[in-house]
């Protein structure tokens, strides 16, 4: 105010108005967006350099701009005071380092080589071929000459007519434009010519159909779809519809004759999937040539999963169809040409397309090293009527870091908790080597990596009954405080009534297990340990955790959904399959086996037992129509002590008659001599128990 009285000039800086600048969005951990986040907040500095003069008020500044598990991280090392707080230049090159998966380099040039443009409109596939590109070094005819490759075979053929423009925008421009004409001449195909029109007639009577046998027309035209489906006569596949976050189960039917897919409208209604109003209406026509409805709205796109692993984006018409919720019709058919067994109504295998787009989060990693390409899986004991499916066994492919999938295994941590700090085991020489071995193979292969996270348990080594020893970490603080998945496991006595009329079986071991699971990405600094060789976080699914056996066995029955109960039983990592005869059993061994190895699950073939009468499973013993306890597991029952003992009778008290009266004087501390010899003689020649016929 003095220098205004005073008449006092004023500086240029003085005169200029401050920039301002807005607060970037908050970020929530998502990879692919942690780069830009961190950008957006260097421009809020640069553009206020006196309100964040310090490089702590740089950092607290980004840390209050993160929620959910991001926000665990942030604050768990501003508290621990980590080195890396004090500089906002080291802070941001451990949050990159920890939350940024952007694709750089070869991976990217890699990624970009195996890019399909699929379902994606050509817009949408220039931004995700763009944004590989950048990252990669490829020159600018290179580039031209793979976005035409990998674009629709449909746009490429209409492409040939054109002159090619010169640089990668120029023929994305011609490319979107091409599309847009083949899009408007499908839309006229939609619409019946007038000359081919049939008679007008009401539509309150509309003319019913078989599904599938509908005669091929102009592509676009819905033909061979009904309101009035037989449901005794349909042919449907497990499928589930994943609209914003929502995630609905239903059976899909694969109608050959339908000229588009479609789902009820009723449903997508209760599903909460909103009906976007076509510009003009298509009628649908049915085998006699008569209308039997008008469609006149179509939903958005949603993510479709069928059988297993296979997921796409679709965008499907909406008619009344209350018999049949979803349709896939012809065009389907001819995109994905899946290979069906229509007699069970499975799906047995998917086109070469679909690995690449489809089943991408399931397929073998891109870059194969030498030593996987030239394995040789032992089969020894496998009957050759799997040796096509020879991967399935493989030990390399196992020990690779898995893709993240919907079922990874997510550590959300109780409100107001902290993670505890564990304690450094001493170990001794045999452990120092073995420990060595470990973290050498394990950041070799990607399943453990250099950790900056606050947390910390214990690293120790058990003993196995062959004398190796099992790396072990305690976990046992952050299990206390951590949010329980409380999927249920199984109980072996429910699968006593599916093994009814069962006269095969084939018992699968699952290779390393628990390793087949991603932690989710921006959890794995809570799986953090300790070592006398540094500080590591696990990237893949470690025992000890609290929710490993729920989470494990969530993924393998997810993947199995359509085969569980009909001819497959699953216990975590131990698979049982059962059938009543050996050639339907060898499909029914085939069909699991192309399953697993659609999403990257491998199996222990020096483990599996093929086509036997009789497999020990769980502790039981199973035969045809029969089930006895496991020998070994009674084979040392008269040693046993009294505590142990009573265990072990608790689980097998169905073998003896009035279990509950001849171990009464046990739990009652008298008799207790005389009633624990007379069990473990009833259990030494417990009888053998028929398996339950539900019809009896």
Same mark, same amino acid.
């Given at each position: ?21 807005? +607060? ?20 809020? #500095? ?89 990252? !990669? ?14 674009? +629709? /075979? ?100 694969? &109608? ?60 499907? /018409? ?69 040796? &096509? ?17 919907? $079922? ?13 700090? %564990?304690?450094? $085991? ?45 790396? !072990? ?22 699968? $006593? ?14 290779? +390393? ?29 470690? /025992? ?7 989470? #494990?066995? %969530?993924?393998? +029955? ?8 009909? #001819? ?39 483990? !599996? ?41 608790? /689980? ?45």
């Amino acid at each position: 105010m003095s220098s205004l009285m005073s008449g006092a000039p004023l500086s240029l800086t003085q005169c200029e108005p401050k920039p301002h600048a807005y +607060n970037p969005p908050l970020y929530n951990g998502d990879p692919n967006s942690c780069r830009v986040f961190l950008s957006q907040c260097s421009l809020v #500095f640069a553009l206020q350099p006196r309100r964040y003069a310090t490089q702590r008020l740089k950092v607290a500044y980004v840390i209050t701009l993160l929620p959910g598990k991001a926000r665990e991280w942030g604050t768990a090392v501003w508290d621990a005071s980590a080195s890396f707080c004090t500089d906002f230049e080291e802070f941001r090159a451990e949050m990159t380092k920890l939350f940024d998966r952007s694709v750089k380099g070869d991976e990217a040039a890699s990624k970009l080589a195996w890019l399909r443009q699929g379902s994606h409109s050509v817009t949408e596939y220039a931004i995700l071929f763009k944004t590989l590109a950048a990252s !990669c070094d490829w020159n600018e005819g290179a580039l031209q000459a793979m976005f035409r490759e990998v674009l +629709n /075979f449909d746009i490429q053929d209409e492409i040939a007519t054109h002159d090619l423009p010169q640089d990668l925008e120029g023929f994305i421009n011609l490319a979107t434009r091409v599309e847009s004409h083949l899009h408007l001449c499908q839309l006229e195909e939609t619409l019946p010519s007038k000359s081919h029109s049939p008679p007008q007639s009401p539509l309150a009577e509309p003319e019913p159909m078989d599904l599938g046998q509908g005669p091929l027309v102009n592509r676009g035209v819905l033909v061979g779809v009904s309101p009035l489906v037989s449901p005794q006569s349909c042919t449907r596949f497990p499928a589930t519809i994943t609209y914003q976050d929502s995630v609905h189960s239903c059976k899909a039917l694969i &109608d050959s004759g339908a000229e588009a897919s479609f789902l009820d409208c009723s449903t997508a209604m209760s599903w909460g999937i909103p009906a976007i109003p076509l510009s003009s209406p298509v009628t649908v026509w049915g085998l006699s040539g008569q209308p039997v409805a008008i469609n006149t709205h179509t939903a958005p796109c949603v993510s479709l999963a069928v059988s297993g692993n296979h997921r796409e984006s679709v965008a499907l /018409f909406l008619l009344e169809s209350p018999h049949a919720c979803l349709v896939l019709g012809h065009p389907w058919l001819v995109q994905h040409s899946p290979h069906v067994d229509w007699s069970r109504n499975q799906i047995l295998s998917w086109s070469q397309s679909c690995l690449a787009c489809c089943l991408g989060a399931a397929s073998p990693p891109l870059s194969v090293s030498p030593v996987l390409q030239v394995e040789v899986a032992d089969l020894t004991g496998v009957p050759g009527e799997y040796c &096509d499916l020879r991967l399935v066994f493989s030990k390399s492919r196992a020990t690779l870091l898995p893709p993240h999938r919907p $079922f990874d295994c997510a550590n959300d941590l109780l409100p107001g908790t902290s993670l505890p700090r %564990g304690r450094l $085991f001493s170990l001794s020489s045999p452990e120092q080597e073995a420990m060595d071995k470990y973290i050498q193979e394990s950041v070799k292969a990607g399943l453990i990596r250099h950790s900056s996270s606050p947390a910390g348990a214990g690293f120790f080594f058990v003993k196995k009954r062959d004398g190796s020893l099992r790396p !072990c970490i305690d976990y046992r603080g952050l299990n206390d405080i951590t949010v329980k998945n409380r999927y249920p496991l199984p109980l072996m006595s429910s699968a $006593f009534e599916l093994l009814q009329g069962a006269k095969v079986f084939t018992k699968l071991d699952l290779r +390393n297990a628990y390793h087949l699971i991603r932690i989710r990405e921006g959890d794995e600094w809570k799986t953090a340990f300790d070592t006398p060789m540094g500080h590591y976080e696990i990237l893949v699914l470690p /025992f000890g955790l609290t929710n490993a056996p729920a989470v #494990f066995q %969530g993924m393998v +029955n997810s993947v199995l959904v359509d085969m569980i109960n009909q #001819f497959v039983f699953v216990y975590l990592n131990d698979i049982l399959i059962f059938s009543p005869p050996l050639q339907v059993h060898t499909q029914h061994v085939h069909q699991v086996f192309q399953r697993l190895l659609e999403n990257q699950l491998y199996v222990k073939a020096e483990k !599996c037992k093929f086509h036997s009468k009789s497999v020990t499973f769980l502790g039981y013993v199973v035969s045809a129509g029969e089930i006895k306890p496991d020998p070994a597991k009674v084979k040392a029952v008269a040693e046993k002590a009294l505590q142990r003992f009573l265990g072990f009778a608790n /689980f097998y008290w169905r073998f003896i008659r009035n279990f509950g009266q001849v171990a009464a004087p046990l739990m009652a501390l008298t008799s207790i001599k005389e009633a624990f010899d007379n069990l473990k003689s009833r259990f030494i020649s417990a009888p053998v128990l028929s398996i339950p016929d539900p019809e009896r």
